[in-house]
């Protein structure tokens, strides 16, 4: 059993949990990843790693990222690091691997239909033992995907882990836009706002330049944008129609979820721990530190608490 998340003394708050393993930790992996870019059902392109070897001898890790992650962030590739026994895929979202994607879309909280195709892809590749892990708004799309599967997911699903979940997204953007947090806010909204500044390039029509002006905070970006652009009719639609807590009690594959209760990101309603009680295939393991995707542990030995956690949830019988 692997013991609660103790912090060392120099990270005593959830800011300080997340900015530091974020900022300085860094993964040295022994194999560099096969760049793999694939066609997706509507012509456009995703970016995915490859590790390991042949997908029918080993069981494979797919793992998804927060936002605007990647592929390389080092919560992907310490988890890669840690389940070095099996084959693993990180894939990047759409625009999130260093180059635009095509189409007038992107990504987005509850857009699975990407890590539906991922999945298909790998089954396709011949993976027999897939194992899912998301971080963050990739824990959201991950926690969706099971839930959209109902009673019937793909045989080949084992288990799944989430990690800093933002379960209930309304809540946690308004968690987010607090003063205390303007930090993340502002690095969000530059990379954001860079990269719907080169799809309105291509799509003036679509997204104008007084668009992109009126974008002062992340709810604005999703109700400008992110809302509009994919089918919904504000942020707030958005939000109430892609967020994983309404799909939980639909999910059939043994799950796990860690959140953080000091975690900055996250409101009260992403810690249902009554709930999630209820429910026969979701655990909810609430920590009282931790912060956003940090758990870095106070005897850091080239791990975090949350990799050893998964690993123990992956490994440990049903």
């Excluded at 959830?14 to 992996?29: C, D, E, M, W």
């Excluded at 997911?153 to 379960?167: D, G, T, Y």
């Excluded at 594959?253 to 309603?269: G, M, Y």
């Amino acid at each position: 059993m692997v013991e609660n998340y103790t912090p060392p003394l120099w990270l005593p708050d959830g800011h300080t949990q997340s900015i530091y393993p974020s900022v300085f930790r860094k993964v040295t992996l022994s194999e560099t990843p096969r760049r793999e870019r694939v066609t997706t059902p509507d012509q456009d392109f995703l970016d995915i790693d490859w590790y390991g070897g042949e997908l029918s001898e080993r069981p494979l890790l797919i793992v998804s990222h927060g936002l605007e992650g990647s592929s390389d962030r080092q919560y992907v590739t310490g988890l890669i690091h840690k389940m070095k026994g099996m084959n693993a895929l990180a894939w990047n979202y759409r625009s999130c691997s260093g180059e635009p994607n095509k189409n007038l879309r992107f990504y987005h909280s509850g857009a699975t239909d990407d890590l539906d195709f991922i999945i298909k892809l790998a089954i396709e590749r011949g993976a027999k033992d897939i194992y899912l892990a998301g971080f963050s708004l990739g824990g959201n799309l991950t926690l969706k995907w099971l839930g959209e599967q109902g009673k019937n997911p793909p045989q080949m699903i084992r288990k799944a882990v989430a990690f800093s979940v933002p379960l209930h997204l309304s809540s946690s953007s308004k968690q987010l836009a607090k003063r205390e947090n303007r930090l993340y806010t502002h690095r969000f909204l530059q990379t954001l706002i860079k990269k719907v500044k080169e799809k309105s390039a291509r799509y003036p029509q679509d997204i104008t330049v007084e668009m992109i002006d009126s974008i002062k905070s992340l709810v604005d970006f999703d109700d400008v944008i992110t809302g509009p652009l994919h089918g919904f009719k504000d942020g707030e639609d958005y939000y109430e129609k892609s967020s994983s807590l309404y799909f939980l009690d639909q999910i059939n594959v043994p799950t796990l979820i860690v959140n953080a209760k000091n975690d900055p990101f996250l409101s009260a309603e992403c810690i249902p721990e009554s709930f999630v009680k209820t429910l026969d295939f979701v655990q909810l393991d609430a920590q009282e530190k931790g912060g956003h995707c940090g758990f870095y542990p106070k005897n850091y030995q080239g791990y975090t608490w949350s990799e050893n956690r998964a690993e123990h949830w992956f490994k440990k019988s049903v």
